[in-house]
């Protein structure tokens, strides 16, 4: 009956040990994760935006939107825009079927998670031709 005791005071501990490992790799791989994020933002520049929205965009010009999404949305308040100078400042809107509860879409780039599984999209809901509300949203 002892040994049995002893069996499973030690098979709880190792559980234990396996889980808390667990949780140290989970945490120090998101630090690195977020680290890497914050060391890839650029600032806004509405040319990099344009081309990177491009059909045949290098990859790397492509990541540009998704590093450059914070800065733009610090400096810019779109509420009130019209569809017009969305587009002279960004270029044309994405074309997909994903979201059609927005009037206006754009491309971000895969979601800024260590995973990348989802993507990130700056969407827009314009009312009586003006930008009534915008914010990135993961798909």
């Known amino acids: 009956m002892r040994s ?3 069996i499973i005071l030690a098979a ?7 889980i808390a490992a667990f949780i140290a ?5 998101n630090n690195h994760c977020v680290s890497e994020i914050a060391k890839s933002l650029q600032p806004f520049d509405a040319k990099k935006w344009i081309e990177a929205g491009a059909k045949g965009a290098s990859s790397a010009q ?3 939107r998704i590093s450059a999404i914070e800065d733009l949305l610090a400096h810019k308040n779109f509420k009130g825009q019209t569809k017009a100078q969305l587009i002279e ?9 994903k979201l059609p509860n927005y009037d206006m879409i754009y491309w971000l780039g895969p979601d ?3 995973m990348r599984m989802d993507s990130e999209w700056l969407v827009f809901t314009l009312k009586n031709g003006q930008v009534e509300s915008y914010s990135v949203i993961v798909d």
């Open 4 to 6: 049995a005791k002893r």
């Open 12 to 18: 709880i501990v190792v559980v234990g040990l396996l």
């Open 25 to 29: 790799f989970t945490i120090i791989s």
């Open 62 to 64: 492509q990541e540009y």
């Open 89 to 97: 400042l960004l270029g044309e809107p994405t074309q997909t079927d």
């Open 112 to 114: 800024r998670s260590c």
